[in-house]
């Protein structure tokens, strides 16, 4: 069971990036950035990983995955730019985002304004969510596009370059392959904890009887 997890995670990315290159990075990237839940965590890693091969470049695939996130985060900016907040509490459950985590957001971008679009991208969760409170508060453009693409150029050159080093040491290091092959089950229960407990506690029913 665990093994057809950890196959399905893996195939999924390596499908799309093997097939796509740089596109399928930046398709991934802006799934993400949309707030459908595909953890940049997982996508970027096996792009540096293609770096350690030859395919990709760091710089490339950095430059990729920040590209897939300005996309997906102008999508998440128009939806509350034109739906507003309605819009979110609206369609927000489908997408498990409880108006908890969009209050959250909007007192960081109201307490450090459009700096936060940039330090949110570099925050896991946060990441996900700051477009909506740019877009709420009708942030420019250019300056929302600008600190979107350093910010997550910053977080996708980190993962890529985890993904590079260990990527280089996987064929030349048996101890390094072994480790991570006893910790694959681990992983797996940690993902499927985090997964279960982050649906628990955004699930709509259990939400509205509080």
Not at 86 to 103: H, S
Not at 127 to 134: K, L, M, N, Q, S
């Amino acid at each position: 069971m665990i093994e057809r997890i950890i196959g399905f995670l893996a195939g999924w990315n390596v499908y799309v990036i093997s097939a796509g290159g740089y596109v399928g990075v930046a398709l991934l990237m802006g799934i993400e950035s949309a707030c459908i839940p595909l953890p940049s965590e997982i996508i970027m890693p096996f792009a540096g990983y293609l770096v350690s091969t030859g395919e990709f470049t760091l710089i490339g695939a950095a430059t990729a995955g920040a590209i897939g996130c300005n996309l997906g985060s102008t999508v998440a900016y128009y939806v509350a730019v034109y739906g507003g907040r309605p819009a979110i509490e609206r369609w927000g459950p489908y997408l498990l985002i409880r108006p908890a985590d969009m209050d959250k957001a909007e007192r960081l971008f109201d307490k450090y304004g459009s700096l936060m679009v940039f330090v949110g991208r570099l925050l896991p969760v946060i990441r996900t969510f700051i477009a909506f409170p740019a877009g709420l508060a009708r942030m420019r453009m250019l300056p929302f596009q600008v600190y979107t693409f350093v910010g997550s150029w910053i977080w996708c050159y980190a993962l890529a370059y985890v993904g590079f080093v260990l990527g280089a040491e996987w064929n030349s290091s048996p101890t390094l392959k072994s480790w991570f092959h006893a910790l694959d089950a681990l992983i797996v229960l940690i993902v499927l904890a985090g997964a279960g407990w982050f649906l628990w506690s955004h699930w709509p029913s259990r939400n509205r009887r509080k």
